[in-house]
Nanobody
């Protein structure tokens, strides 16, 4: 059974930091791309960042570039999203997603991934 489990969300003040984790289980190999999406109330789901299976290609949304860092530890089957200089507009539910045996060597920022976690709430407020 393939599973993605996010953790690390919470309440933080503007300017603060959080690190989200996504533990992946059920894959027999590390040959999968990972992406983080977020969705705020009343808004479209937005691609935040993605990383290829080897970690050699990384993308960020313009809204988070320079503040967020994605990384993966294949030995631990875990992907991280380090978030710094958080803003109120970063408030959303954050989802970890996976594409196994990807057809493209480049990860996508579109919500077409087949596997999704349950999401973790991030609230940025004073």
């Amino acid at each position: 059974q393939l599973q993605l489990v996010e953790s690390g969300g919470g309440l933080v003040q503007p300017g603060g930091s959080l690190r989200l984790s996504c533990v992946v289980s059920g894959f027999t190999t590390n040959y999968y791309h990972i992406a983080w999406f977020r969705q705020a109330p009343g808004k479209e789901r937005e691609g935040v960042s993605c990383i290829t299976h080897s970690g050699n290609i990384i993308k960020y949304a313009d809204s988070v570039n320079g503040r967020f860092t994605i990384s993966r530890d294949n030995a631990k089957n875990t992907v991280y999203l380090q978030m710094k200089s958080l803003k109120p507009e970063d408030t959303a539910v954050y989802y970890c997603t996976a594409e196994s045996s990807p057809s493209s060597p480049i990860c996508s920022m579109l919500p077409r991934y087949g596997y999704w976690g349950q999401g973790t709430q991030v609230t940025v407020s004073s």
